[in-house]
T-cell receptor
Framework: DVKVTQSSRYLVKRTGEKVFLECVQD?????MFWYRQDPGLGLRLIYF???????EKGDIPEGYSVSREKKERFSLILESASTNQTSMYLC?????????????FGPGTRLTVT | GIQVEQSPPDLILQEGANSTLRCNFS?????LQWFHQNPWGQLINLFY???GTKQNGRLSATTVATERYSLLYISSSQTTDSGVYFC????????????FGTGTRLQVTL
């Protein structure tokens, strides 16, 4: 069974704080992704990585950065949290190939920035 | 970019009823997935189905890629089927980025 875990289910942070969201997968997947989900806007891709130390911007990278130092771990960083980053954050992973493979999601982190 | 539309947006069923959810997409795809989002927010993989037909218990799915749509069938619905169902696609030639539809919210009542 594929397992994708995220460091917290619920997180409350103050405006201006630096926030780290961590994601770990145990299936030796090359690809890892960070999405956010907002009512009325659906799920949108923030960043993804197809290899260690590699990253690509998604649709909404502003205000975020990422780090991938090990294959199984992908971190999303909010350098200075703002209230408009209050959201549900979902991590996913998949194998890499010429034809896209199935993506598997973690349980999500509900982040509230006050 | 590719557009993904799901219908109906909301659906209320009595337990035991059958339903069909539809996903239309505006361009060619080489990945299509169906998910169920449970009340706690987790996305559960239902099907990976860029083409053809698959069945898993009471659920089945069909994708007709040439006509740009996919259908999810739920038979003999149960209250545990409640939640939001998402279709997500990867547009051919756009790496691995999933584009999600807006979802169908299903409520199954006793």
């Amino acid at each position: 069974d594929v397992k994708v875990t995220q460091s917290s289910r619920y997180l409350v942070k103050r405006t201006g704080e630096k926030v780290f969201l961590e994601c770990v997968q145990d299936m030796d997947h090359e690809n890892m992704f960070w999405y956010r989900q907002d009512p009325g806007l659906g799920l949108r891709l923030i960043y993804f990585s197809y290899d260690v130390k590699m990253k690509e911007k998604g649709d909404i990278p502003e205000g975020y950065s990422v780090s991938r130092e090990k294959k199984e771990r992908f971190s999303l960083i909010l350098e200075s949290a703002s209230t408009n980053q209050t959201s549900m954050y979902l991590c996913a992973s998949s194998f890499y190939g010429r034809t896209p493979y199935e993506q598997y999601f973690g349980p999500g982190t509900r982040l509230t920035v006050t | 970019g590719i557009q993904v539309e799901q219908s109906p947006p909301d659906l209320i069923l009595q337990e035991g009823a059958n339903s069909t959810l539809r996903c239309n997409f505006s361009d060619s795809v080489n990945n299509l997935q169906w998910f169920h989002q449970n009340p706690w927010g987790q996305l559960i993989n239902l099907f990976y189905i860029p083409s053809g037909t698959k069945q898993n218990g009471r659920l089945s799915a069909t994708t007709v890629a040439t006509e740009r749509y996919s259908l999810l069938y739920i038979s003999s619905s149960q209250t545990t089927d409640s939640g939001v169902y998402f279709c997500a696609v990867i547009n051919t030639g756009t790496a691995s980025k999933l584009t999600f539809g807006t979802g169908t919210r299903l409520q199954v009542t006793l």
